[in-house]
Nanobody
Framework: VQLQASGGGSVQAGGSLRLSCVAS?????MGWFRQAPGKDREFVAA?????YYAESVKGRFTISRDNAKNTVYLQMNSLKPEDTAVYYC???????????????????WGQGTQVTVSS
């Protein structure tokens, strides 16, 4: 499965961006992770029948999925400087609810897309 992410960019704090990730075939779950400079990769959001969010983005980010297009979106509103990171799309068929926040549960990864939020 190949993943192609797009939609990153630079915005001011309080602004919005929408990330998209197209998969070459359908998978059970799709999600977004991010990695800021000098920090570990962290879970952001995932979609596997239901939606799952990191506490830090809950209420500001929305993940959605278009199964007909094998595409997952991440609508990011009220962006903060601490949201600055490279965002990665991931997908897989083996994750369960208890592992959906764990990057090792995902088999396929896209290239990152940079999101920069200035204060």
């Amino acid at each position: 499965v190949q993943l192609q992410a797009s939609g990153g960019g630079s915005v001011q704090a309080g602004g919005s961006l929408r990330l998209s990730c197209v998969a070459s075939e359908r998978t059970t779950g799709m999600g977004w992770f991010r990695q800021a400079p000098g920090k570990d990769r962290e879970f952001v959001a995932a979609h596997r029948w239901n939606e799952y969010y990191a506490e830090s983005v809950k209420g500001r980010f929305t993940i959605s999925r278009d199964n007909a297009k094998n595409t997952v979106y991440l609508q990011m509103n009220s962006l903060k400087p601490e949201d600055t990171a490279v965002y990665y799309c991931a997908a897989g068929n083996r994750m369960i609810v208890s592992t959906i926040r764990d990057g090792t549960a995902y088999s396929y990864w896209g290239q990152g897309t940079q999101v920069t939020v200035s204060s």
